[in-house]
Antibody
Framework: EVQLVESGGGLGQPGGSLRLSCAAS????????MSWVRQAPGKGLEWVAN????????YYVDSLKGRFTISRDNAKNSLYLQMNSLRAEDTAVYYC?????????????WGQGTLVTVSS | QAGLTQPPSVSKGLRQTATLTCTGN????????AAWLQQHQGHPPKLLSY???NRPSGISERLSASRSGNTASLTITGLQPEDEADYYC???????????FGGGTKLTVL
């Protein structure tokens, strides 16, 4: 059974940092692109970043470039999101999502999400 | 990052048919289609349809997806109470080099 379990959320200070983790199991982690997607309270989904199977390619939403960094450790079956210079508008549930191992990918599995609240 | 356009809400009666739409451009929906996701309150999204319009295993045959040009559609027949949820479309944008989502459609089953 595919499982994605996020952790690391909580209260962050404006200007501060948080590191989110996503533990994957039930599939060959190193064979899939992985993404972070966030959802602000009462709002829609916003893609944050994704990373290639071997970590050699990374893409980010324009508005977050330079503040957030996606990474992965295939030996640990884990995905990460380093969030720096936090702002109130970063408050959201952050989901880890698997992209299908196909030429045309889709988000086929999602974690339960971890809530990040940025406030002083 | 420009997103895809979905109507904010759709309301239909029990056992009726609802068609949800998602409009993008030649770089996203018009290029490789759009996937559809369902989200119930307090839960993560769930994939209903791949960008090639096929359904994942376990998804009801009452759901069907299609595309015409830059607009993708999701049709749900025989509406049931459990179909009441938020529906999102997603697509890879080859120009932006990133994923884009629609703003979501809240489907109400009356």
């Amino acid at each position: 059974e595919v499982q994605l379990v996020e952790s690391g959320g909580g209260l962050g200070q404006p200007g501060g940092s948080l590191r989110l983790s996503c533990a994957a199991s039930g599939f060959t982690f190193s064979s899939h692109w992985m993404s972070w997607v966030r959802q602000a309270p009462g709002k829609g989904l916003e893609w944050v970043a994704n990373i290639k199977e071997d970590g050699s390619e990374k893409y980010y939403v324009d508005s977050l470039k330079g503040r957030f960094t996606i990474s992965r450790d295939n030996a640990k079956n884990s995905l990460y999101l380093q969030m720096n210079s936090l702002r109130a508008e970063d408050t959201a549930v952050y989901y880890c999502a698997r992209e299908t191992a196909a030429t045309i990918t889709d988000f086929d599995y999602w974690g339960q999400g971890t809530l990040v609240t940025v406030s002083s | 990052q420009a997103g895809l356009t979905q109507p904010p809400s759709v309301s239909k009666g029990l056992r009726q048919t609802a068609t949800l739409t998602c409009t993008g451009n030649n770089n996203n929906v018009g290029n490789q289609g759009a996937a559809w996701l369902q989200q119930h309150q307090g839960h993560p999204p769930k994939l209903l349809s791949y960008r090639n319009n096929n359904r994942p295993s376990g998804i009801s045959e009452r759901l069907s997806a299609s595309r015409s040009g830059n607009t993708a559609s999701l049709t749900i027949t025989g509406l049931q109470p459990e179909d009441e949820a938020d529906y999102y479309c997603s697509a890879w944008d080859s120009s932006l080099r990133g994923w884009v989502f629609g703003g979501g459609t809240k489907l109400t089953v009356l």
